[in-house]
């Protein structure tokens, strides 16, 4: 983990060398410059900003040496106008900076933000702990490079009006946030191979040993006797035992709980209505709202809020095996709905059936959200910037969407009007799994959840285009998986515990 220190600029005793300093650079006059430069590299840098040379558009970035003076470097953050500034410009600009001290190994700096007030310093926190992350566990070492130098220090100057206690605590949860963001990251890459129904769940029950939760799995024997057959309808393709994790997080004395339940579908063929095989290979990231879940109550299991939480997240491989179920086919949810299982490639949306009724009927949850990786419709609508949201509740998407304004994950709202209900009768079932082809996708998946949360405020979170495949995120790198809602769903934990909306 990073050091993170945040000190008002008078506590700052400068080291003899001091590695890289970080100024914030907006497109205005400069007024002042940090104290901590020296007179001659100040003019320099005025000069070269009034040139032109040096930009303040934002996510421009500039790494200066400056070797006649005891600090080594100066790095510019373009922030562009001040008007339009907000936390995401903050990160994209500080996920450039970081990636500029990687190539030029750099492991410490001090951010000099003592010039600005309300400033969003968190922001470069997260993008130094997302930017630095890259799945290369399956990859032998090159030995004719030299190891990498990662930033392991940073700390941060602010004014001295400022609430340094409370800079302090935001930048703690956004590196433990972060962090779990990245351990949710590495969990979705993992090879399918390795990363089974019965690996995840290990992982799980690990996790939440490390962090004094309480963790069941609940097998298919178990699943059986439930009435899970929607999981295990798809679960029959495969040689790999589905399973469905529960984990819970409990504060004494807290009244509300909320329950989150993500997709984990360890690999997705589309079972007998097989994927073609082109991209057929990314379907190893189809548990990442198991993932996004799972990495959320890590970093809740850190931070403590007085509320509690259950996650869920149904474990199943979508193989199509001798035995695997039938387009055709007739299941039973645990809530005793029928469903004619018309494509076995829309799966999601059965494993995540019997979770939600589940979660709904067991726990009683104040409300209820759900992640998955569940069309690709949604790639479709909104790319790879954004997860789609069905809910049926106002107050908790709005909630949500105060949650995602901080992470700086975005999500946008798709309609549940009636008129998509009739497009997923089941002919000769309650429901079909599927409505007519190339009509509103991803609203017909959440208006097919829809069915199984009950009177329960609920808001899904279609991830199948945020979960991976961004590009020039710069915190993010564009070959690996995003971690999304990670984030969002700890500060929306975080918000509710605080103030419950
Ligand atoms: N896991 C896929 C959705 C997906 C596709 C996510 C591409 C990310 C990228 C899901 O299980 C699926 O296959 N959905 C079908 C639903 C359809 C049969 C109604 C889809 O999107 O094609
Ligand atoms: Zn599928
Ligand atoms: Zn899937």
């Known amino acids: 983990m990073i050091d993170v220190r945040v000190l008002h600029k008078t506590q700052f005793v400068s080291p003899e060398e001091l590695p890289c300093l970080v100024l914030p650079l907006f497109d205005e006059p400069l007024s002042a410059f940090s104290s901590l430069i020296e007179r001659a590299d100040a003019s320099t840098l005025e000069r070269l900003c009034e040139r032109d040379v040096i930009s303040s558009k934002a996510q421009e970035v500039y790494l200066l040496p400056t070797p006649l ?4 470097n100066v790095l510019l953050l373009g922030l562009g106008n001040r008007e339009k500034f907000n ?4 990160r994209r600009a500080a996920g450039k900076a970081c990636a500029l001290l990687e190539k030029n190994r750099i492991g410490a700096v001090v951010f000099d933000a003592s010039l600005e007030s309300n400033f969003p310093l968190h922001a470069f926190v997260e993008a130094a702990v997302l930017g630095q992350y890259s799945y290369d566990r399956y990859k032998s070492q090159d030995q004719s490079q030299p190891p990498k130098v990662a930033l392991r220090e940073i700390t941060i100057l602010c004014d001295v009006s400022a609430d340094v206690a409370g800079l302090r605590r935001r930048c703690e949860q956004v590196l433990i946030a972060c962090d779990s963001a990245n351990w949710a990251r590495d969990l979705a890459s993992m090879p399918p191979n390795d990363l089974t129904p019965t690996r995840l769940a290990e992982l799980a029950k690990e996790m939440a040993k490390q962090g004094h939760l309480s963790c069941e799995i609940i097998d298919e024997d178990h699943m059986a006797k439930l009435g899970m057959n929607a999981i295990l309808g798809v679960a029959r393709g495969s040689e790999q035992r589905a399973n469905l994790m529960v984990l819970r997080y ?11 339940v993500g997709k984990g579908v360890t690999f997705d063929t589309g079972g007998i209505s097989i994927k073609p095989s082109e991209s057929m290979h990314e379907m190893k990231y189809d548990m990442s709202g198991a993932a996004a879940v799972l990495g959320a109550m890590r970093a809740i299991a850190a931070l403590k809020p007085a509320i509690n939480i259950i996650a869920l997240a149904p474990a199943v491989e979508n193989m199509p ?22 494509n076995t490639d829309a799966e999601g949306r059965l494993v995540l059936a019997d979770a939600l009724a589940y ?12 992640l998955a990786t569940l069309t690709g419709a949604c790639v479709t609508a909104l790319g790879h910037y954004a997860a789609g949201v069905t809910a049926t509740d106002d107050a908790l998407y709005e909630a949500l969407c105060r949650a995602s304004d901080v992470s700086g994950e975005r999500i946008w709202r798709l309609p549940l009007w009636e008129d998509y209900d009739k497009l997923i009768e089941g002919t000769h079932a309650d429901l079909a799994n599927i409505g007519p082809r190339g009509e509103a996708g991803s609203i017909i998946g959440g208006c097919f959840l829809k069915h199984f949360v009950g009177d329960t405020p609920w808001a899904h979170l279609d991830i199948a285009g945020a979960a991976w495949g961004g590009k020039n995120i710069s915190y993010l790198r564009d070959k690996d998986a995003s971690g999304f809602g990670v984030r969002l769903l700890t500060q929306w934990i975080l918000d509710q515990a605080e103030a419950p909306v």
């Open 250 to 260: 409990e504060s004494p004395g807290a009244k509300r709980t909320l329950a989150v």
């Open 69 to 72: 003076s005891r600090l080594r």
């Open 359 to 370: 979660a709904v009927d067991k726990f009683k949850p104040d409300c209820i959200v759900d």
């Open 321 to 342: 095996g001798a035995n695997a179920q039938r387009p055709g086919d007739i299941v039973k949810a645990y809530n005793g709905k029928t469903i004619e299982v018309l």
């Open 87 to 90: 936390a995401e410009i903050l």
